[in-house]
Nanobody, 115 residues
Framework: QVRLVESGGGLVQPGGSLRLSCATS????????MGWYRQAPGKQRELVAR???????NYADSVEGRFTISRDNAKNTLFLQMNSLKPEDTSIYYC?????????WGQGTQVTVSS
């Protein structure tokens, strides 16, 4: 059974940092492009960043230069390092394959940026 479990969210002040983790249930994810997505209240879920099996990365314009996606295939884990956080980054963050598969959505992890 496929499972994606996000963690690492929390409350942080503007300008602060957080590191999100996504534990995947199987080694199949090592060969897939993975992505971090987010959904703010009243908005559609959006792709934040993605990383290919070979490590090629792409970012949404809104996070370029502030967020870094990475993966540890040996540990079947995906990461998102978020720096210089802004209030508009407040969302629930999810990991999934790219393009996403609806059945793979997990519970997500809440990130709140507020003073």
């Amino acid at each position: 059974q496929v499972r994606l479990v996000e963690s690492g969210g929390g409350l942080v002040q503007p300008g602060g940092s957080l590191r999100l983790s996504c534990a995947t249930s199987g080694s199949i994810f090592r060969i897939l492009t993975m992505g971090w997505y987010r959904q703010a209240p009243g908005k559609q879920r959006e792709l934040v960043a993605r990383i290919s099996a070979g490590g090629i990365t792409n970012y949404a314009d809104s996070v370029e230069g502030r967020f870094t996606i990475s993966r540890d295939n040996a540990k079947n884990t995906l990461f998102l390092q978020m720096n210089s956080l802004k209030p508009e980054d407040t969302s629930i963050y999810y990991c999934n394959v790219f393009p996403f598969i609806s059945n793979y959505w997990g519970q997500g992890t809440q990130v709140t940026v507020s003073s």
